[in-house]
């Protein structure tokens, strides 16, 4: 979505995972082109938000970019390019297993929606720990071990005396802050969250996801946050890649985006929840459905819902384009938003113009076509 050439170098803005034309499909009669395309680069230290209606595409995403994939689902095309903090590269795509079991742990590592599921019924939750510290800290002497399990059940808000405790002995808030414990446990760079709260109360979800937010304060690791709430993503994001129908349309700082997004799809999605100021508003959801991912889709994906839709949608694939607004990069795609396609009555034009002096559209580099 972005090329680095586009913003300064600088300890903010450097770049630690870099995802170029990620394509996936699901094997079938007629596979399913679940990834059509997505690019995006993710900075130390921020948390980059993926939203998009259920089937979008983002957990098909998330298991691309940790190489989790498993048949029928097959990566197409596409590369990711993990930087390290001295800058060496990591081709992630080229790892064998066992660096890859590896990395997952130490430089990016992951949270899922059931923790029931990521953690091991019959063995207790310092013997968890300690097996991820005996496969990648086998320097670590068991008491040493010990502690510093501790010391990260702490840190998510749990007494330390846990670790004897089994799964099923803690409430499912709990078990959801011993994985993300678990998923910090060797410090990594990255920490992938697909729907993380989803299966919890809002007190509880709330709770979890301010100790995120200090832990990343603290530690500095960059996230992903994956979730179809579009208005808890705007408030934990730093910035938004929104997915339709498996391809990025919008790419933009969450903030911003808030007050004025420039693709259909993301003010439609904007309109389908409440304001979060609690200024009352029409909730209207976005009518119609996604396309089917198996068909051979020609032109804007969006097309058939999109009210604003006009000659070139259903004939020709919109780019994602850099749009030159404040707080940027903030790219979409979006004919509308396009000098090439944009129809002339401004009245039609639901995003404002790009702001005046800006760089007039020009494709993004590895945005999808
Ligand atoms: N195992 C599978 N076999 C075939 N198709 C699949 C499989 N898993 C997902 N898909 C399809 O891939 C597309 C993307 O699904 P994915 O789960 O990645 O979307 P999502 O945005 O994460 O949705 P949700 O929020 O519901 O998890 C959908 O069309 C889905 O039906």
Redesign the pocket.
């Known amino acids: 979505m972005t090329g680095p050439a586009e913003h300064a170098a600088g300890p903010a803005e450097e770049t630690v995972l870099r995802a170029r034309d990620i394509h ?1 499909e ?3 009669e007629r596979p ?1 082109r ?2 059509r395309g997505v690019s995006f680069e993710l900075r130390r230290g921020e948390v980059l938000g993926i939203a ?12 691309a970019i940790t190489r989790m994939l ?1 048949a ?2 097959r990566m197409t095309g596409g590369s990711i390019a993990f930087h390290d903090r001295d800058g060496a590269e990591t081709d992630l795509l080229a790892l064998d297993d066992e660096s890859l079991r590896t990395f997952r742990w130490s430089r990016l590592s992951m949270v899922f929606q059931s923790a029931m599921n990521a953690l091991n019924p019959v063995t207790s939750i310092g013997r968890q720990f300690g097996d991820i510290f005996r496969a990648h800290r086998p320097e670590m002497e068991p008491d040493e071990r010990e502690k510093r399990t501790r010391a990260l059940l702490e840190m998510v808000g749990i007494d330390a005396d846990r670790v004897r405790s089994y799964p099923h002995e803690l409430s499912g808030g709990m078990r959801q802050r011993v994985v993300i414990a678990m998923a910090l446990a060797l410090e990594p760079d990255i920490v992938i969250m ?2 993380p709260t989803t299966a919890l109360d809002v007190v509880v979800q709330r709770e979890i996801l301010d100790e995120v937010e200090r832990l990343r304060e603290e530690l500095g690791f960059s996230v992903i946050f ?3 709430d579009l208005g808890l993503l705007l408030e934990i994001s730093d910035r938004l890649a929104v ?1 339709y129908a ?1 391809e990025v349309v919008e790419y933009a700082p969450a903030e911003e985006l808030a007050a004025g997004a420039a693709h259909p799809y993301t003010q439609g999605l904007l309109r389908s929840f409440p304001d979060l100021t609690g200024v009352r508003r029409e909730l209207r959801g976005i009518p119609g459905s ?1 396309p ?2 198996r068909e051979n889709l020609v032109g804007c994906a969006f097309a058939d819902r999109c009210e604003h839709a006009f000659e070139p949608c259903r004939s020709t694939t919109p780019r994602l384009l850099e749009l030159g607004r404040e707080g940027g990069p903030w790219s979409a795609a979006c004919h509308l938003n396009d000098p090439a396609h944009r129809p002339p009555a401004p009245a039609t034009d639901p995003a404002p113009a790009p702001a005046p002096g800006s760089p007039t559209a020009e494709t993004v580099e590895g945005g999808q076509r």
Do not use: N
């Open positions: 996936v699901y094997d079938g399913t679940a990834v998009g209606e259920s089937g979008c595409g983002k957990s098909t995403l998330a298991y498993k029928p689902a697909d729907e994956i979730t179809h997915m498996g996604p089917d991912l």
